[in-house]
């Protein structure tokens, strides 16, 4: 993604249900990024049995020092899931005219996970409501808490 014209990298954590778990933005697609963004997305729950990335040549080296019982999959379409979820955020910044800071990119990335969360039913305030009527439902009853 572009921020002020700039590349960024914006790595996205999804179980395997769907549920975008951890977001990170960040200007160097390296080791360092890597690494910051598994050991974030690690403490969100139990360790993965399965680590799905693209071919990036750092993934190997940080996936085998955090994750070592993982298996870790880079088959071409196996990150599919991932990247049509992140066409939604896509066509979600192209009416905002592109964002100009990498703050507004973190605060637009995560919100995004959280309503698509919502949509899918992955909360427990949204479960027993119909599709439609989810983010309507989520947000009256996130509105009355205290």
Sequence with gaps: MRVAGRWTYLYRAVDQHGQVIDVLVSQR?????????????????????EVTTDRAPVYPRVIEE???????V??????NPVGADHCRLKARRRPMRGLKTLRSLRTVAAGHAFVQNLRRGHYEITVDTPVHDRIRSAFTNLAICP
């Design 66 to 72: 955090l994750v070592l019982a993982a298996r870790h």
């Design 74 to 79: 880079l088959e071409q379409d196996a990150n």
């Design 29 to 49: 697609r390296d080791g360092a990024a890597a690494r910051a963004f598994f050991t974030r997305a690690l403490t969100h729950g139990r360790l993965p049995v």
